[in-house]
């Protein structure tokens, strides 16, 4: 499995943006489908958004469609997700994660950052 670290979390004002990385070591980075996932207070963990290999396919949860925006650097072995326009509702830990097909399930990923904390106040 990949081993991910996600930073960039914090407390940001509504309307704000916030952009999460994610790093990535111990097998080839561009070997794995990525994706963000998130879980708020009392709620099941939920997609958010997920990128092929190369970079050339993404999709969206229709939550955040329009505001958040996943992209990868192979060369870096870094995920990213740029978070603009914020909502009190994104409130959330957020984790990246790692998967040899494509999915919205978590069960189908199999490495799993720690998670970071967003928070976005009202």
């Known amino acids: 499995q990949v081993q991910l670290v996600e930073s960039g979390g914090g407390l940001v004002q509504a309307g704000g943006s916030l952009r999460l990385s994610c790093a990535a070591s111990?097998?080839?980075?561009?070997?794995?489908?990525m994706g963000w996932f998130r879980q708020a207070p009392g709620k099941e963990r939920e997609f958010v958004a997920h990128i092929s290999w190369s970079g050339g396919r993404t999709y969206y949860a229709d939550s955040v469609k329009g505001r958040f925006t996943i992209s990868r650097d192979n060369a870096k072995n870094t995920l990213y997700l740029q978070m603009n326009s914020l909502k009190p509702e994104d409130t959330a830990v957020y984790y990246c994660?790692?998967?040899?097909?494509?999915?919205?399930?978590?069960?189908?990923?199999?490495?799993w950052g720690q998670g970071t904390q967003v928070t976005v106040s009202s």
């Open positions: 111990g097998r080839t980075f561009s070997s794995y489908t």
């Open positions: 994660a790692a998967a040899t097909r494509l999915s919205v399930y978590p069960s189908d990923f199999g490495s």
